[in-house]
């Protein structure tokens, strides 16, 4: 089994450690970041240096803001692996360029491309996800906030929750039910919505973090705009889902993984436990290394999965949906990460419960955080249990889960 990647995507790989090595002290530090945490001068520097290197945004069109090459999933492996190796930050990523920016490429129009591709790519305008409801989280499709004509505008009442940085968001994607005679697929729509807009109100809701990450939103008679639906009325559902495939491709970075692994055994290496090290006691060792096992299952999992995309082959045994495939990442991913977090906080000991500027705290509580954080991930972009029912029932075909 050859796994090398071929002369011209290692000459790729060698510009790009080069182009690191020059440039890394203008880099923001970690991975990618999400877009509204900072929108400072220099993550937007860096941002428009990696857009005009190729190295963000590399395949958007010139004619939307990116650098416009050819697609090419190797080079993707490549740029994840190469950042992450250096430890600084791959740019600004998350909802808007993520999930929402491929969407728009796919469904949107040629008018609401050329608005909002460009200064979304550039960090410039932040989007938030409008999907999850008090009713509709897992069950999806339940959404039940509602929006009726007048004259050329929607006018949308009803409520989100858990809401991702609507916060600091300018804009958010949304499905909202539009055909109040259609059926439960058939009546939503794919809106996008103006955060400043009148009757918009954002309330954050604090997590077991500290921070407020997420937040219920309330519309009371916002008024928007008809040409705001992305795709045709009553597509929402087809167009939700093409977001929520790049949102799980986004959950399930391996780059970031192997990243978040290496920081763990330096850790490791330097914490002691009753004056051994903690990568010396057996019991941790053996979990660390069923991470790393885990770990490259996974990575080997996705090459698999890059392979086919290269070779036009379903990715799956048996002809899997790629869309299984992938829900495989993602649950495999989410997972991994909180159990790496997990290990990092076992591994200090009685400091690993220390959090908040607590005066022995480690790494400013990074690890505790990430442990807290990453949990919701588990539960975000379509839960754990909802994963498994897919992946089982259309993946591999066995017998769908009996009704409650």
Known sequence: MDLGYGPEAEAFRHALREFLELHKERAPRGGQLLAGATRSAAILDWQRLLIEHGYAARTIPKEYGGYGAAPDPLIRVLLDEEFARAGVSAGIGGQGPDMLVPTLLEHGSEEQKRRWVPPTIRGEVVWCQGYS?????????????????????????????????????????????????????????????????????????????????????????????????????????????????????????????????????????????????????????????????????????????????IRREPPGPAGTPEGSAALVTKLAGCELSHQIAALAIDAMGELGTLYGGARHERAGGLWQFHYMFSLGLVIGGGTAQIQKNIISERGLGLPREAKA
């Open 133 to 309: 409801e008090p009713n509709a989280g897992s069950d999806l499709a339940n959404v039940q906030t509602r929006a009726v004509e007048d004259g050329t505008d929607f006018v949308i009442n009803g409520q989100k929750i858990w809401t991702t940085t609507a916060h600091q968001a300018d804009m958010m994607f949304g499905l909202i039910r539009t055909e109040p005679g259609a059926g439960k697929h058939g009546g939503l729509s794919y809106v996008l919505i103006p955060m400043d807009t009148p009757g918009i109100e954002v309330r954050p809701l604090a997590t077991m973090t500290g921070h407020a990450e997420f937040n219920e939103v309330f519309f009371s008679d916002v008024r928007v705009p008809q040409a705001n639906v992305v795709g045709k009325r009553g597509e929402g559902w087809k167009i939700a889902n093409t977001t929520l495939t790049h949102e799980r491709n986004m959950l399930a970075a391996t780059g970031q993984l192997e990243s978040s692994l290496a920081r763990l055994v330096e850790l490791m290496q330097a914490e002691t436990r009753d004056g051994r090290r903690a990568i010396d006691d057996p019991a941790l060792r053996d979990r660390l290394m069923r991470l790393q096992g885990r770990l490259v299952a996974m990575k080997y999992h996705s090459l698999r999965m890059l392979t086919c995309r």
